[in-house]
Structures are given as structure tokens and as C-alpha cells.
């Protein structure tokens, strides 16, 4: 049920699983999810078939963990681009498979220093997905943003819709955007947002597919949607000409603009959760 395998080398630990519910792949470099297929669907995530396995850089696809800042170095210190989690190596602290065939996974990204923070992954992996982020803070305030950067797989980018985010104030960071229609949104073409505030329950429908993720969050105040678009993505090593076309990130998010900051010792807890039905359900 869980398979320890090294397809790009030792400093690249994956964890396949495989149940009654699902089969998925969990790569410990970055705690990133990089496959979920509930038996019977097709895979929720997308991985990108140019992904690239190298020490210092994220993996692109799945679910990219951004911890403890989302976007960049808060500190202007030069420390990468949507924190350390997704570059650094987890330990397994705990897996196991319940009567009901459900995956349980937890992850720990441990505190190299008393002021810094640690943070604890729960995977839950059935017909449905809870990813839950556990951080502990170390000794010192900490200005605090997260995401989890879903790379949601979709049919075909420009025919997917997204419901649950009308009225939701954004800030859009693609400065080459095209104009999107909007309440549902059907994005098309560079897309990088910002929605906050939002606790709402956001649906990704994929009309081809017949399919609807169903997202609910907590911890969360804000959500992204991002997709590189045509241009950008071919000069995209690791995503590559046309592949755009496939994927949708819908992030599940606590953003700068929140300016959270955890007090010594603080726990902050983020969950998402992703049910997939057909459309019409
Ligand atoms: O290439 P990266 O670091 O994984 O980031 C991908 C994208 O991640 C999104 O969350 C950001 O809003 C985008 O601005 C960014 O381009």
C-alpha cells in the first residue's frame, strides 16, 4: 500500500500509495503531492511532463507547499521565492490506511533554530483530499504567509470555470492579462489573482471532463488562481509550449496582504479540502 521508490535519485524520496480509494504519489523533497487519482476518475492533479528534479529548485505540478511566506522573501534577504518548505527534504513521521481504505500521511518539517518555525503536513487521501498544515512558531514574531499551489488538472484550461468568487474583491499581477468573463470566471490566458477576502467554497468545473472539484478551506482569508498562459509557459522550462493548457492553479491561501503575524509559540492551522463530483451533482 505504501512504496518507497527513487525514480530521480536518493535526494528525490517518493511514497506511492495505493488503496481501495485511490492510488498517489508523494514526493518528500518540497511534502508535495504530485499525483491524487480517487479510483474511478481522472487524476486531480497535474504533474508537468517537463518537471525538473534539482536540489534548491521546486517541483512543478501537484501540490507545491509555499512555507512560511507566500511569493517573496519578505525580508528582501534573497531567500527563495515562495518559502523554504517546497525546497527542502520531509521526513515521513507517520503513515497508515484505515479500515475504510483512507491514506494518512503526516510529514514534519522540523526547526533547524529555537526562533525559526516548524511545520507538520496531514494528508488525508480517500475519494476526497485534506491536505492540513500545522505551523508552530519558534521564539520570535513571525510575519507568516502560506499556500498550498495546486496544479489542478483540467481537460483543457479554456474550458474551465470557476464559480464561488462573485463579489470577492482582486488584485490581478498579470500585467499582460486578457479580459476574463467574469461571475463564473472563465479565465483564458495569463491569469495571476488574488482574491481577498475570501472564505468562500470555490467549484472548478471542467466541462469536457464532467467534473467539479469542490474546494473549502480554512485557515485561509485568500485564494489565487494562476496560469502561466500561452506565452510565458513555452519559455517555461518546466512547463514547455502547450502544456498551460492543461492545469489550473487554484490556491488555497494565506497571503502578505492578511499580514498575519504568529506571536512566539503560536500554532496556525490551514486546511483544504477537495471533493470531486460529476457536473450536476
Ligand atoms: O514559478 P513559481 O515560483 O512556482 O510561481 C508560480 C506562480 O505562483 C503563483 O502563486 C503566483 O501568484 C505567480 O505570480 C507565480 O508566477
Known sequence: MFKYSYPYGQDFPFVEIETSQCSARLSLYGAQLLDWTPKGQFPV?????????????????GVPLCWPWFGKDPTDGGRPSHGVARVSLWSLVSS?????????????????????????????????????????????????????????????????????????PFTEFAADAVPHRESPLHPAGHIDRIYYPTKTVVHVADLEWQRVLCLTRSGSNSLVVWNPGAELAAGMADVGAGFESGFLCVETVTAPQEEVVLAPGAVHTMICRVAVSGIGC
Request: hydrophobic residues 40%; negative net charge; charged residues 20%.
Open 96 to 168: 497508515e490506511v484505515l479500515a475504510d481504505g483512507t491514506a494518512v500521511l503526516e510529514l514534519a518539517l522540523p526547526a533547524s533554530r529555537p526562533e525559526d518555525p516548524s511545520s507538520r503536513l496531514r494528508l488525508e487521501l480517500g475519494q476526497s483530499l485534506e491536505m492540513r498544515l500545522v505551523t508552530e512558531n519558534g521564539t520570535m514574531p513571525l510575519p507568516f504567509s502560506a499556500a498550498f499551489h495546486s496544479y489542478f488538472s483540467v481537460s483543457n484550461y479554456a474550458r474551465t470555470v470557476v464559480t464561488g468568487l462573485k463579489d470577492c
Open 45 to 61: 492533479l497535474w504533474m508537468s511532463p517537463n518537471a525538473e528534479f534539482v536540489a534548491g529548485k521546486a517541483i512543478r505540478g
